[in-house]
């Protein structure tokens, strides 16, 4: 059984924060959604290259802006900000504070599906977000909490639209 980093606290002064690879001589794989969630001076993570596996709905604190991840890394890369595995799916995004209230924000073309809260409140103050022809499916609450977005393009490729995706949008 590899270890799975379920919850992380004592972070009151650590800005960056790099998830390690191993705890007690054994390979971390996975990261629980909630894992972060107590973190709130965490700015940055950096994802090593044995992280694998990513629990959906990834939490994570409100003044966090960077993603990187290992370049061995074979499951994870990073995209304007966005986390995406190899297969295509957004799973989690940092605040892209490149964004103003007048910018418009358009998804890596890469994308073929939008994970459970991959955005979840992460972009107030966006005035529209474009998502790139090719997704088919934006999953639950990929979009909730994202208050601030006055419009959503949606692409013509488009299935599926999981419950509450758009919550609480303008």
Do not use: M
Request: charged content about 10%.
């Amino acid at each position: 059984v590899f270890p799975v980093i379920c919850c992380y606290s004592g972070l009151a002064e650590v800005r960056p924060f790099v998830l390690p690879s191993s705890l007690e001589g054994k390979t971390v794989t996975g990261l629980k959604g909630s894992a972060l969630r107590d973190c709130a001076s965490i700015t940055s993570i950096h994802i090593p290259a044995s992280i694998t596996n990513i629990e959906s709905g990834l939490s994570l604190p409100c003044r966090f802006t960077s993603l990187t991840v290992a370049s061995d890394n074979k499951v994870f890369h990073v995209t304007s900000n966005i986390l995406i595995d190899y297969q295509g799916t957004a799973v989690v995004a940092a605040y892209p504070n490149f964004l103003t209230a007048a910018s418009q924000w358009t998804l890596p073309s890469e994308l073929k599906q939008i994970g459970p809260a991959a955005f979840y409140s992460r972009v107030p103050t966006c005035k529209s977000i474009v998502i790139p022809e090719g997704v088919s499916n934006i999953c639950e609450s990929a979009f909730a909490g994202c208050w601030g977005v006055g419009s959503i393009k949606l692409p013509s490729t488009l299935v599926h639209i999981g419950s509450d995706a758009f919550y609480a949008v303008d």
